[in-house]
């Protein structure tokens, strides 16, 4: 358990996780949508809606929670967003990174990297990213390619 | 008019629990009357040692390894099969009241349709179950109770004893009168703690079906799974100073050890608190530490749970009864696994395959209409011997509703004779966990008196570990004989059987690990 070990002094107590999603469709395409940082909602089905609001997000959670997200990097040249929650009641620590990796084929591997405290939160959080990384394939699959 | 089926179950409650199987502290004169009226198995198992493999066991009556629920924290889906389901369609009323847990309780997102009913005042139906009032060990969370208790009662939910500590584990904190973990005096009335909460709710129910409804009842107690936090004015029913230490729990830390040192290297890794495999134990509480009077302050504490479980069955009962139903209601009464409640020095549950966890109740009082001599019946045992699963739980409704029971079942009816014919005389457990960096898979078979585990290789075990217990000679399996030359035999031919019966996991396969439980 990352609490044990950390009170062992063998590592930080934090929880990480990667989910990722290979997806039939060229890179830059699916990074237009990860990209869009502010419409996280229509593929993320675990929120309600989302709005950008200056350098943060917003995202309402089916059950109602409002999430503040401090937006950290939206790179186009690697294809790296990345963000971080700001500290909640539940959530000390966080910080997310969403990469779109061209795999050449015109389909691309998505990764969703998670880490926080605390560390068995990122269980919870993995679950809701699986689904909506899910949903985005299906989502940028069922549309049309690009001609 | 058929059967009415009601299923009584408890969480995390030991074989010994009630008086018919031994238990000498706990008065439980309801479930005793119910078990002399009808049939007790003296060798239940369940399919898994956790909560939601389990209780998907019960609900869809198959194996772990099959309902793909492999560890708490994986959802059964919705649409999965559902021995509710199988009765609704058979035009049962259906109903479940209190611990549902096929669905996590950690739902940061408030994806999962059981934390969300009471949120949107929803009753159901869900899984098959018409009607869904849910609870769980305490006053968080978006369950039923949780949300009523807080609503009616806000003074009496801030007595529970907080199940999860600031980082979201197990909670390690000592309470009571020893610093026995996950022990607290509760203030709250006994009207509003959760075992008389869920009987009400099931009474109500109840009262508003026809008198010639069919009906399934799941009435699905919390405890007496921790935190041990009876309502505080029951604690006069028994005195932990006055309690014996458990017959399990081994009083000589040297002895101890030699026991722990000679099981998979696991076992003494937890007790030393070097390592916990499962979130199911809080991870800052090193078992090496308990002292014999925490024991029996937790036993105390079960006791007392179990005492007001009883009565609580016993409530239900008397309204069967008064709705004139009894010579027709089938009544199953069991639990989703076992606890260590002090055996080898430890507590709470885990990858530890032994009658601490394994050996459950199962009681089946079959509806008295149906087994009276000259009615063509066969009269049952007051006991069975053989060994019974969870995952006959759901088979045995179908037998009970006059259904056959579709082909995705994998258990058997329960016996009603030591001269079953043609039924598998073993079962089967199945453990697998893979969190944070710790993995482990256990396989379990009981049969012919013995009760064999195999290792599969993982992060702490290279598959050539197991245990190896004679339940007759062994009944608190102290000494294992795994690498007992002259049981090369026995064990070479159970672990043939266990082969057989359980493919080995297949981790791409799995449903999702969606949260810690």
């Known amino acids: ?147 | 008019m058929g059967r009415k089926i009601l299923l009584f179950t408890t969480d995390q409650q030991r074989y010994d629990a009630w008086g018919v199987n031994g238990g000498a502290v706990a008065r439980t004169p309801h479930v005793d009357a119910l078990a002399a009226a009808g049939t007790t198995y003296r060798r239940c198992h369940p399919q898994s040692v956790v909560c939601m493999p389990s209780r998907s066991t019960i609900i869809t009556g198959q194996h772990v390894s099959t309902h793909g629920v492999w560890m708490n924290g994986v959802a059964l889906p919705a649409e999965a099969p559902s021995i509710a389901r199988v009765l609704h369609d058979a035009g049962y009323r259906t109903a479940i009241f209190g611990k549902a847990h096929f669905e996590p309780f950690f739902d940061l997102f408030g994806r999962f349709r059981e934390n969300a009913l009471a949120r949107e005042a929803s009753t159901g139906p869900h899984r098959g179950f018409d009607h869904l009032e849910l609870a769980t060990h305490g006053p968080t969370g978006s369950l039923h109770y949780a949300m009523w208790l807080r609503a009616n009662h806000p003074e009496m939910a801030a007595g529970f004893y907080p199940v999860l500590d600031d980082h979201f584990q197990v909670n390690a904190a000592g309470g009571g009168d020893t610093g026995a973990p996950q022990v607290k005096s509760n203030p709250i009335a006994r009207e509003a703690y959760h075992t008389d909460w869920v009987a009400d709710r099931a009474m109500a129910w109840l009262d508003t079906l026809d008198a010639d409804a069919d009906w399934f009842c799941w009435v699905s107690f919390p405890d007496p799974h921790h935190p041990w936090n009876p309502p505080a004015s029951e604690r006069h029913r028994v005195d932990w100073r006055d309690l014996d230490l458990p017959a399990g729990y081994i009083a000589d830390p040297a002895t101890r050890e030699r026991v722990l040192d000679a099981k998979p290297r696991h076992w003494r890794q937890w007790y030393d608190g070097t390592l916990v495999a499962n979130f199911e134990a809080p991870p800052r509480w090193v078992p090496a530490t308990m002292t014999a009077d925490q024991v029996r302050e937790v036993n105390a504490n079960v006791h007392i749970e179990n005492e007001l479980l009883d009565e609580a069955i016993g409530r239900v009962m008397g309204r069967v009864r008064a709705r004139g139903w009894d010579q027709d209601t089938d009544v199953l009464i069991s639990t989703d696994h076992g606890e260590f409640q002090g055996d080898y020095g430890l507590l709470f549950k885990g990858p530890y395959h032994v009658d601490s966890l394994l050996r459950i109740p199962m009681i089946w009082r079959a509806a008295p209409s149906s087994t009276g001599i000259g009615a063509g019946q066969v009269v049952p045992d007051r006991t069975i011997d053989a060994p019974v699963g969870l995952v006959d739980l759901a088979p045995t409704m179908c037998a009970i509703a006059g259904i056959t029971p579709p082909d995705w079942m994998e258990g058997q009816p329960l016996p009603t004779t030591n001269a079953a014919p043609g039924r598998e005389s073993r079962v089967l457990t199945e453990w697998d966990s893979s969190l944070f960096g710790v993995t482990m898979a256990l396989r379990t078979i009981c049969r012919d008196g013995w009760l064999a585990t195999t290792y599969l290789p993982g992060t702490v075990h290279d598959g050539s570990e197991g245990e190896l217990y004679s339940l007759a000679d062994d009944p608190h399996q102290l000494v294992n004989r795994w690498n007992d030359p002259g049981l090369a035999g026995v064990q070479a031919d159970l672990c043939a059987d266990l082969r057989a019966a359980i493919a080995p996991p297949d981790r791409h396969a799995r449903r999702p690990l969606v949260a810690p439980v």
Request: net charge negative; charged share 20%.
């Open chain 1, 1 to 147: 358990m990352g609490d044990l070990l950390a009170t062992l002094g063998l590592v930080a107590p934090f929880g990480s996780l990667r989910n990722d999603v290979r997806i039939h469709r060229p890179a830059d395409v699916v990074w237009a949508v990860i990209a869009d940082v502010g419409r996280v909602a229509d593929w993320f089905p675990s929120f309600q809606s989302s709005r950008l609001s200056g350098t943060q997000r917003i995202v309402v959670t089916r059950n109602g929670v409002s999430l503040v997200e401090n937006v950290l990097r939206v790179d186009h040249e690697q294809r790296r967003f990345q963000y971080s929650v700001v500290p909640n009641g539940a959530i000390r620590e966080h910080r997310a990174t969403v990469d779109v990796i061209d795999l050449g084929d015109e389909t691309c591997l998505v990764t969703y990297s998670t880490d926080m405290v605390p560390a068995v939160l990122v269980l919870a959080l993995g679950g809701g990213i699986a689904e909506a990384l899910e949903t985005l394939r299906e989502q940028l699959e069922a549309a049309p390619p690009a001609t």
